[in-house]
């Protein structure tokens, strides 16, 4: 059975992709909103027309006007729900990097270009759904989650936007294709062995210790410098970041070396180590690089280089990740 469907399912998706091209934006066309009976709108026309049959078998006047009535109403809210989506902007927002096994997450903007006040929409990805109004000539933003399993990039699905608004009769909704994607860096062990020592040269943990101590003077803020050596009140004074340097800064350099990681470990766990690491690392203030096979990142400390060490892991392996990857 399951093999009879796919076909059918590879061509809705074919004729989905066609009618919603993926793209950063997308604008909620007349033959882009698709309008049905919701279930309880079934249930609606079910009763209608019972009470139908009962008017027509025992000729009652207000029981026939009663039926016009509903089915009045119910026309008038396929109208307002139809309209309820039509003529919306849909455009794709920030991401946010993410651990596998968390909830990677998706910023939806949702513009409302005219003066109708936009009711109860919900944006989904698959289970995951989020409802929001957008007012008359404003926007709206929303954060959609999805499960993030593997390290990687992790392209954003196909959104689905809906509504029953105003009485749940009828069920409107369409579809984007963002070119949306985050970075999904490796699990860190939760449990990881001590970091590595720190590379001392020689006579360099007195070159450290006096370099420390021997402020030199001041140079522009570079990435990867650390923010206790941010000169505040020099910044307060001038409009770009300086920083303080010193002499002898030779700080031991820590390195986190794939070769020299126990062979024992898959590829997976051994950038779950790594990925640890990292963020040890960073939390203790150390300058610290990253030795992975056919890439090396430099010691530094900070954010910026806490992401990129991180975002190396994730891509490990990947074409064009400026590695070769590795045999488990």
């Known amino acids: 059975m399951m093999s009879l469907l796919a076909p059918l ?18 604008r909620l066309s007349q033959h ?4 049905f009976l919701s279930r309880g709108g079934a249930v609606f026309c079910v009763m209608l027309l019972a009470l139908l049959g009962g008017a027509i078998n025992y000729d009652l006047a207000l029981a026939y006007l009663l039926v016009f009535l509903l089915a009045a ?3 008038v809210s396929l109208f307002h729900t139809f309209r309820n989506l039509l003529g919306l902007t849909l455009l794709a ?8 096994g968390e909830t990677a997450r998706f910023e939806i903007v949702l513009q409302n270009d005219n003066a109708l006040l936009r009711q109860n929409l919900r944006l989904r990805y698959g289970e995951m759904a989020e409802a929001t109004d957008v007012a008359a000539g404003d926007g709206a933003r929303i954060w959609l989650g999805l499960p993030a399993t593997v390290r990687g990039w992790l392209q954003a699905p196909r959104l689905r936007i809906e509504t029953d608004w105003p009485l ?7 579809y984007a294709y963002f070119d949306q994607r985050t970075l999904v860096y490796p699990r860190p062990e939760p449990d990881p062995p001590a970091l590595p020592q720190a590379d001392l040269g020689e006579g360099e943990g007195e070159a450290t210790r006096r370099g420390q101590d021997d402020f030199a003077g001041l140079r522009p803020f570079q990435r990867g410098d650390s923010p206790r050596h941010i000169a505040w009140k020099a910044a307060a004074r001038d409009d770009s ?12 350099s820590l390195w986190l070396d794939w070769d020299q990681l126990d062979r024992r470990l898959s590829t997976e766990a051994a950038l779950s180590r790594l990925s640890a690491w990292v963020l040890q690392a960073e939390a203790e203030g150390q300058l610290y690089g ?29 074409p064009g990740s400026g590695n070769r990857g590795a045999a488990s």
């Open 73 to 75: 109403m119910a026309l």
């Open 9 to 26: 399912r590879q061509y809705w998706n074919q004729w989905l992709q066609r009618r919603h091209p993926r793209g950063g934006s997308q």
């Open 290 to 318: 990253l030795r992975l096979p056919g890439r090396t990142l430099p010691p530094a400390q900070g954010p910026d280089h806490r992401d990129a060490c991180l975002a190396a892991l994730a891509l490990f392996g990947e």
């Open 241 to 252: 970041l300086m920083a303080k340097e010193f002499h002898g800064t030779a700080a031991p």
């Open 32 to 35: 882009r909103v698709y309008i």
């Open 93 to 100: 927002g920030r991401t946010q990097p993410c651990f596998a």
């Open 168 to 174: 749940g009769i009828f069920r409107a909704w369409s």
